[in-house]
């Protein structure tokens, strides 16, 4: 699981640029500077896998198998969807994500409401639960629900994989949500309340939009954890239903055949894409 | 109903789906996970109960080098993510002026290839013959036995790489909100960089080190796909027993008993740590 | 209150402190109580009751459907799968080919328990390995007993010797896809000399270069014959003896690491420079001009072999059989072993073979077919299976689990 979604905070009005924390007494640059090579050099780190996969994308390998640089092409770019299997794989992979954000994010933002503002016994142990998802290894949740699948008699595919993905994602958002029902300004509803309208109506045009954000945040990050989960995936997929993450593990451990590359590297530009759309929306609404 | 019934049952309403859901696949689960874990025979003449306790005895026998393995593996895990990751997080937090979101984003985008991918990328990039090491011991920059792949060095290295966002995240959050006043009011004080460090910053980032440690120990004591895939034989993880068990195997009893006896550590290792760091108070103060 | 990133919101709902005392001694109270209920229940029985099917019992009144599901191994069709093309084109029978079996624990694991509750695990034809997992699907009875008379061509093209084999006598739930040996193959550039037998592994040149696999099948197989034990009739006792023999080599340093598929990626790629093998798989390399070289060690290897069967709950095993049966033609099995370059259980097609090879367009698919007809890894002769012997069965499950038990250790310790 990764937090590729994670929104990282736009700058407040109120930061003061560095001159407040570049002290005036005697701080070393060479500190500085020290730090800022050493942060490119952690962010080149953390692409260099990519550009490998990237770069083997290209590859024209003599055989069956990807393990050495032969010659560049871009065949593969071209016929990168014409593995049937690998298009199985995608569309089962988006479908599962699809579907867990929207029933993870429907129960998952109710849980979080209800945690955030109301008091009322379970919600100790409601947290408790919580916190056990959330911090449970998946290994752990996996095999117990293949364990429970298995006492049911239960055949393993589709539904099960869709039922253990919004099991974890539940908790995610509920997380999230309760994060920002906490700090909600309840007056604003109060005063909606007493213009007369009803608990829905209130809920529904002024709650709603508020924590709106921290839903959509929530279901963004359920889907990023569906779409990347390996572990659980594995332990309750059964074997005709093939995840992206499953079936690229499938077909690498024959070394990893370009059409892997490529996906890789398209998840990544998918990555990029999505990455720029949010700063340049982020930046967008601090100007206005 | 009247409007009081109705607010004092509507939280109750609210988590009942959510709840129900992790109630039935999280809970139960875990209940029919002891069970086996007490149970006896085989996937042909199925699993009964017999609470056979020696099931444990059995594991901790046989398998304690690779549960003693899996906590140092996810400690020197965190210990070296702790490293790694605060000075890019204080670098951003504190130097990042405009361009904090970016450098986020930076350090967050690899992270959108699938998991299984990367980790397959570095198996390709540590070979001992592949395209960094083969050239380096080709121009003799490198002893020819010199190896990476498949030993401890390549498991960490994998475990600490992948979850490495994990640890960033959380430190940048809390370093992010210190009061830039307050370090310098601690120069004022005629404290020293070192001084200003140690005893301003890090005490007020431990609640974001805590929360990094508590989000990358537990899964990268209990990965398997990282040592399944980057180590040799005396790397095996508590998680590859398990999954051998389950998957392989489907030897579910010691399987079951394998994961309690697993959870059961990782969390006594948590909340010694927690005991230890004292940061419960912390985490009250955090809270709030 | 401008909304805060979901890392603070996230972060502060993951580190907030959750439940005080009084929660905790509830909860486990709870626990106590629902556990005490579940124990009443266990796993249920999984061994399909009322007993083996007939032949007649199963195959009559069912009709061919048309369409056929076909789960295999990876690279065991050439892509874009050519004879099943050529199939659809003679019958009409369309098949929807999947390589979803990449290990046979796995797939066991996976298909098991619904074919012995009696549902459908999509498929009405699937090659599994002949082992302990096949000798499971039988005793659960989860393969259909085959109809010999709708498989003439096996009966007129198989070798002898692959109808009637140890673990399924007559034939009467699979017939042979492909055969292959496990055995050592090496790369003599960095060995710096010829392997023949697994007494070789030991040499400490050698240390930390050599990988073997983590089957516990290959594995054990491998012992017992290390050990001057025979697989198929080997005790307990000697397989603690072969377990011995193989801790002692990885005490040593010598194993580098347990690969299933993956071994020939190591080994190509240079991380092991002897390894536990498939002959398929290095005569592929080979192929492709890599060093490698293969060997049956002297004192014993592995011959193993990949089957059809029909599960007991295919919906199209008319059409199933139909394809099986299409295999043995020595034409078809021709072309198959000229991709997958594994054994062949048609020996009629090694003349097919070099008939494609006389016919060849170009000097260098002339010279790969005569090689492939030549080599004694897909068309061997009756001493080459002398020394080789099948995965050792087991006769009840308690006994393959005390095989496992004593095994696991070596991979898994």
Redesign the interface.
Known sequence: MSLQTAQPPAPTADEQPVDRIRGRRRRPRWGDRMLRIYTWVVILWLVLPIIVIAAFSFNDPVGRRNTRWQGFTLEHWGDAFALPELRRALVNSLLVALITMVVAGVLGTMVGLALGRYRFRGSGATNLVMFAVISSPELIMGASLLTLFVSLGMGRGFVTVLIAHIMFSISFVAVVVRARVLTLDRSIEEAARDLGATAFTTFRLVTFPMIFPAVLSGALLAFALSIDDFVITQFNAGLHFQTLPLWIWGSAKLGLKPEVNVIGTLLFLVGVVIATGSAINARRRERS | MGKRLRAKLAPYALILPGGLWLVLFFVVPMVTMFNLSLSQGDVVGGFEVTWRWDTYANVFENYHTQIVRSVWYGAATTVAQIIIAFPIAYWIATRGGRHKTTYLYLVLLPFFVSFVLRTFAWKFMMADEGFIFGYLKDWHLLPQDFRVLNTSFAVISGLTYNFLPFMILPIYVALERIDPRVLEAARDLYANPAQVFGKVVFPLALPGVFAGVLMTFVPAASDYVNSELLGGTATTMIGNVIQRQYLDQTNYPTGSALSFAMMAVLLIGVFLYARILGTEDVLKAAAR | ????????????????????RR??L??SGL?AA??AF??A???????NEGGPLTVEQFWSGKTGKGHINFANW??YMADGQPELAQFTEETGITVTY??????M??????????L??G?S???DLMVITNGSQFQ?YV??NTLAPLDHSRLPNFAANAADSYKNSSYDAGNVHSIPWASGFTGLAYDPEKTGREITKLDDLRDPAFR?RIGLMGDLQELGNFGLWAVGKNPATSTPDDWREAAAWLQEL?DAGQ????F???F??AI????TWISQAWSGDIF??Q??DSPLQFAIPEEGGTVWTDNMAIPVTAENPVDAIKLMDFFYEPEVAATLAEYINYITPVPGARDKVLAHAEAAETDEDRAYLEELADSVYVFPGASDYATVSYYRAFSS??EE?EY?EIF??I???
Do not use: H
């Open positions: 209150m401008k909304n805060r990133n979901i890392d603070t919101a996230f972060l502060r709902g993951m580190t907030q402190r959750r439940v005080s929660d905790f509830r909860i626990s629902t556990i579940a124990a229940c266990g796993v249920k029985g999984q061994s990876p690279l999947r390589e979803v079996i990449n290990e624990p796995e797939w066991f694991a996976g298909t098991f328990q619904d012995v509750a549902k695990i999509g498929y499971k005793a659960g930390g990885k194993i580098l690491a347990f299933d598929q993956d020939i990626e190509e790629g240079g991380q592929q390399a192929l492709a499950p308690e689990q496992n696991e250790p991979v898994s310790g």
